[in-house]
Structures are given as C-alpha cells and as structure tokens.
C-alpha cells in the first residue's frame, strides 16, 4: 500500500478556501513543537509572535509601515505573474525608484524649493521603475531572453549603482566618509499620518494601489486580458489580446509600484539614500505575491501578516530571548506549508494497493 | 476542551505578567548588535561585555540584545521596540545606527542611549569609541618587521575616519622600521561578509603581501593567510584559533569594564551624556599575546605598548606629512588632535592609492 498524488479532474474549491487555514494550522503546531524543543513555553510564544503586536497602537503601526513596500511591490509582481510575466527583478526596480527619486532631494538639498518637490519625486520614481523594469521585458518580447534571468541580474547593477552614488557624488559632505546623502528636506520626507509615530502617507498610497488593482482585474477589459493572457495563452489570441503588449504593460507597472515603494521608503522610515536601503523587500514581496494568491485583497492580508511575523519575531526576541532564526524558521516554514496545501487544490491523496502485481523486489 | 485550552492561555500569560512584574524592580539594558553574536568579531565582542555586565551586576539588571539588525530601515523600529519593552539604557553597537538612535533618544528624552563609534550626541545620548589606531600603530611595527616582501594588504571595510586613521597608524609605524614599506588596500565595502573578506585577503597576497591585516569583523582573511602560509592580524577578537601558525596579535575589544562602569553609573543615578574615547590606557581594547615572531620582535611591540600606555609615544607624532606632500597642522602641540584623529579623511605619505572620495 502507498500514498499517491492523483490529479482531480477540476480544481477543488473548498479545498482552496480553505488551504491557507490548513497551512497556518500547521504551522503553528510545527512552531509549538520547535518551542517547546527550545524549552520555551510554546503559548507565551505564540502570544508573543500574534497576539501581542496586535494589542497597542505602536506595534499596529509598525506592521503597517513594515507591509506598506511589501504590498506595493507584490501588487505590481501579482499582475505580472497573473500574465505569465516573470519578474523577479522588483528589489532593482525599487532601488532606481529610490535613486532616482532621490536625485531631486538630494539636488534640491538646502535651496527654497516648494511643495512640488515630494510630488516630483515621487512621478520621477515610478518612471524610472518602470523604464527599468521594461529592460527585460524588451529583450523578452524583442529577442525572447528570459525574463526571469535579466530582471533578476538588473538587480545588481541596480544595487551598485545606488552604492556609487552615495560613495561617490552624492556623499553627505558632513557625512565623515560614511556611505550616505544628508538627511532629506522636510519638503523632501513623505509626511508622517501620526504626529510623533512612523505611520506615514505611503501607507495610504498602498491602499488606493489595492483598490486600483482589484478594481483593474476585476472590472475591467485590460484586467480580464491579463488574467486570460496567463491562465489559457492559445484562447486569449483567439479572443485578440496581445500577449507580448501585456508583458510589457505589466511589467512596466509592476516596476513603478516597486520604484514608488522604494522612494516612500527611502524619504519615509529612512530619511536619506543609504545603501542597505531594503532588507530584500523586492524578494519578498514575491513570497507575499503567491501567499495572496495574486489576489489584490490576498496580497494585503499576506503583507500585513508576514509584517506581523517580522514584528512579532522582533518582540519575542526580546520579550522571551528566543533567536532571531527562528523567524526566519517560522516564515520558510509558512511557505513552505502553504505551497505544501495548494498542491491540494489540484491534486488528492490516494492510497494505491499494488493488487495483482509483481513487487518490486529491491526492498 | 478548547475552553480549558483557555484557561491554560490565560494563566500562563498572567503568569508570564507576574515575571514580568518581578522583572521590573531591575534596570533593564539593551544591546542593538549589527552582526551576529557568532560573528567572531565585531558582535561577538560586545556580547562578551554584555555577558561581563550581567556576571558583574547580574542581580540588579536584566539584559536584552536584539542580534542582526541591518543599519537600514529596521533600525529604528528595534531601537524603539527596546525602549517600549522597559529598556532605561540602550546600547546601539554600530556606526550606522548613529541617526536611527538619535531619532529615538530625542522622542524619549528619559531613556539613555549609547551610541558606538559615532559622532552625534544628545542630552540622552552619549558615543564611545576606542583609539584603535594606537593598536594598529604597534601593529605597523610588526609588520614591517615581520614582511619579506615589504608589501603589506589592508582590508578596509569603509574609509570612515576610525579606518582612514588605522592605516595611517599603519603606514607611519612601518616607515619607522622600513621606509619604502608598500601597503595594498581593498575595500569590501561591509563590515561582516565572509566571502568578501575571504576573496579581498587572496587578491591582497597575490598581489605580493605577505602579511594582512584587516578591518572587518570575520576570521576569513585569518583562515586565507593561514592556508597560503602568510601572516595576519586578528581584528576585534581573538582569532588565533583560526591561524595558530599566522596570528602574530590582534586588537582585542574589551567592552566589558566600560559597560559595568555605565550601568553602574545609571543605577546610582549619575549617568551624563559623555563622549568616551578611550585608548590602551583606559582598557578599551587589549592586544592579544604577541605570538609567531622572534623575540627582539615581541620585545619592541611590548615597549611600543607600554610607551603608548604610558603616554609616551603618540602615533600621530608630528611632523606628519600628507599624501599631497604638505605638513599636516598639528593642532595637538607635538601630535595631532583628537578632533583631526575623530575626522581624518586624509592619506599620510607613501600610501600609493587613493582614498574613495578624494
């Protein structure tokens, strides 16, 4: 007798409403048995990691601040994927969001520019994102390189130039050496929603990017094309959408939300341009793009609840000494259990009784 | 069931309320660490002084470190999260946790921080450093000693003025030995990165050193050196377990004294802003036993160490010329001042390269 994966002849409904329950009920068995291995009482864990981050107003706005790149990213990746489009670049595009973004704050440092100055900087990041981001998806629709390779080796080159800048011609002249610009203007800072918090405008932005987003997929023509272009390629040409138009619209979308994310955070939480700028936001939104199920809302609460691991992680740490690893434990195994429990949406276990044959004699 | 469950939730929390409140009649301190506290190095240090702090006040103080905190974004919301789980002091053990700090110590004026290595105080907020390039002038010496090839490789992790002034101390102790010493430097741009270290210490030795010295935090260039038969020094810990046949010394930090000295300042309730700069004579490093060299060798860097303990020799003895051929002011009477040491953004003559930036 052996367990096997058949494939279900239509995909399972219930099973996919409710996967995501199943995956975070494993989860947190998995991490009660990691606990109590690490002799800590699970409980006090486990309240330490949810339930306490979701208790004071602090705590509550920094998951926000923590998700807003996070959501905003995975927005622009959900569209490209829901296309086939493979970008996996967004950590490059946030970054040249962010230079480029900068290059007004940092140009305009000391002088008495007005209001338009953060506008500016904000407009000028998003295009530069998405310039960035239609590289690849150029020498794809042009030459059929993959899309997957050249997103994510623009990264690096995204990455050093960034460190050039602030090394080089952009260095804070009091900065002693140190790789950094001055601090930004305040008319060059995203203003804070909470005076004396960290809660800033780029949460909001985050929201009306969501709403827009499930508005585009849900609502309307370019929407549906998106989602026909990926799931059924050979009937949306017959239905005249452009496959090749729509990885370029995605991408270049999917870019300009990752260069807006990154210039909010570069003059939001940070303040100046730095290396080091983003702890890995534009990987990880990927992991929130398919924890939300490329689903507009999905990627909120995904956003939102991986922000909580990270401050809840950060609280146990210091509350209960338990090891920054073990958050990063605690997240791979997350996805590991839910990437574990959609296979069921497709497939079902079967338990297979090898009647009437020869066994297979190696033992 | 579930409702036992319940019950069992809300007893080990009150529980876990009741600990806390126990807690409570103790100082609270917190450590912020960049690194690791595996690092070998850098981290590994501090939390050896945060472990000499809880064994010296263990009975008055309750400790927290939060490990791995990148110097980005993140920084901030750790350093605040501290202060809202009832940290008095907080200590923040790395450079670029400068502003982040002083972000938080203007929003909490009743907290204390203290801020490693930096430059911006506040009335809550004091910086200490140590006077490293005293360590890398004896250094300097060994080296230019101990080289055959004459040619010694730096790693530099970023030209700030703490490591612009490590290998001027460097360069100037070695001249007084060899005076057409060379010195090779490579950035690795981090201050914790393995491979990089790794790969700076091969190319440096195949570029002609025979003896590394270093100022990143990892034992990698140690291991490199002790594989291609070079010699090295350890930096920020003791690292000749990783080059029992390489290590000729290295600058050991010693946090510990100076913690206890703060947190007993604070527990008596006479803790200033300050900003600490302490050097051999203060304890705020220590050189690891000087090993791998002839004895006239170990002789002269223990008398270099004691003349510098003892006040007697200044690194920065003037004159001091520049890379540029002009004589440095010397602001400090016979030696340069503390303020040109704290800023340096200047190579001494006979570096043939040139610092990023100029």
């Known amino acids: ?363 | 069931m579930r409702k036992s469950l319940l019950a069992l939730t809300a007893g080990l929390l009150l529980a876990g309320n009741v600990s806390a409140a126990s807690a409570a009649d103790k100082l609270k301190i917190g450590f912020i660490y960049v690194g690791p506290i595996g690092d070998l190095g850098w981290t590994y240090q501090h939390d050896l002084g945060r472990q000499a702090l809880v064994k010296e006040l263990g009975d008055k103080i309750e400790t927290t470190y939060l490990e791995n905190v990148p110097e980005g974004p993140d920084a901030e919301r750790s350093i605040e999260q501290l202060v809202r789980a009832g940290n008095k002091l907080i200590f923040t053990t790395s450079f670029g946790y400068m502003d982040p700090t002083l972000k938080v110590a203007k929003k909490y004026p009743n907290v204390h921080f203290e801020h490693a290595t930096g430059y911006k105080r506040n009335p809550n907020m004091s910086t200490y450093s140590a006077k490293w390039y005293q360590g890398r002038y004896i250094q300097g010496l060994i080296a230019a000693k101990m080289s055959k090839s004459g040619v010694l490789g730096y790693i530099g992790s970023f030209p700030i003025p703490e490591v612009v002034s490590g290998i001027n101390a460097t360069v100037l102790a070695a001249q007084t030995i060899n005076p057409n010493i060379k010195v090779k430097i490579i950035w690795a741009n981090t201050w914790f990165d393995p491979g990089k270290e790794a790969d700076a210490a091969k190319a440096l030795i195949d570029q002609g050193a025979d003896v590394i010295m270093q100022h990143t935090d990892s034992p990698a260039a140690m291991q490199i050196a002790s594989e291609r038969g070079k010699l090295a020094f350890g930096q920020d810990s003791e690292m000749i377990k990783f080059g029992p046949k390489t290590q000729l010394t290295s600058i050991l930090d010693t946090w510990g004294p100076y913690y206890i000295e703060r947190v007993k300042a604070e527990l008596a309730g006479t803790w200033k802003s300050e900003n600490t700069w302490g050097g051999l004579d203060s304890h705020m490093f220590a050189m690891a036993p000087y090993t791998n060299m002839p004895d006239d060798v170990k002789k002269m860097a223990e008398d270099a160490q004691d003349a510098i303990t003892a006040g007697k020799l200044h690194p920065f003895k003037c004159p001091i010329i520049g890379q540029d051929g002009k004589q440095v002011d010397c602001k400090g009477g016979d030696h340069l001042d503390d303020g040109q040491i704290l800023g340096m953004n200047f190579y001494v003559k006979g570096i043939d390269d040139k610092l990023p930036g100029k």
């Open chain 1, 1 to 363: 007798m052996q367990l096997a994966l058949e494939k279900r002849a239509e995909r399972s409904g219930t099973i996919a409403l409710v996967s995501p329950l199943i995956a975070v009920g494993l989860t947190t068995a998995t991490m009660i048995i990691l606990f109590t291995i690490l002799g800590k009482n699970p409980l006090l864990a486990l309240h330490a990691y949810f339930i306490a981050p979701l208790t004071d107003g602090y705590s509550l706005q920094e998951i926000a601040v923590k998700a807003t790149p996070l959501v905003m990213i995975a927005i622009g990746l959900s569209l490209c994927y829901l296309a086939n489009a493979w970008n996996i670049g967004a950590e490059g595009q946030f970054l040249i969001g962010a230079v480029a973004g900068s290059w007004i704050a940092v140009k305009t440092q000391g002088t008495d520019a007005g209001a338009w100055v953060l506008p500016a900087m904000l407009v000028l990041a998003a295009v530069a994102g998405a310039l960035y981001a239609l590289i690849p998806a150029i020498c794809k629709v042009k030459f059929g390189a993959s899309e997957i390779l050249t997103s994510l080796m623009l990264v690096y080159v995204a990455d050093l130039f960034l460190d050039y800048l602030v090394r080089g011609p952009w260095r804070d002249p009091q900065g002693f050496n140190f790789p950094t610009t001055a601090e930004f203007d305040p008319v060059a800072t995203v203003p804070l929603l909470i005076e004396g918090g960290r809660l800033h405008l780029g949460s909001v932005i985050a929201l009306l990017v969501v709403a827009a987003a499930a508005i585009l997929l849900g609502r309307t023509i370019r929407g549906f094309g998106i989602r026909v272009v990926g799931a059924a390629p050979r009937a949306a040409r017959f239905g005249g959408f452009k496959a090749n138009q729509l990885i370029i619209l995605t991408f270049a979308v999917s870019g300009a939300l990752a260069g807006l994310a990154g210039i909010i955070e570069v003059a939001g939480p940070v303040g100046h341009l730095q290396p080091g700028i983003s702890p890995g936001y534009g990987f990880t939104a990927i992991m929130v793009a398919f924890l939300g199920r490329l689903n507009p809302l999905g990627i909120l609460v995904a956003g939102l609840f991986l922000a909580l691991t990270f401050i809840g992680g950060e609280q146990a740490q210091i509350a209960m000494k338990i090891p920054l690893d073990v958050t990063k434990v605690f997240q791979g195994i997350l996805l590991f259990y839910v990437l574990a429990c959609d296979s069921l949406i497709l497939y079902r276990f079967k338990l297979v009784f090898p009647s009437r044959q020869v066994a297979r004699g190696d033992g």
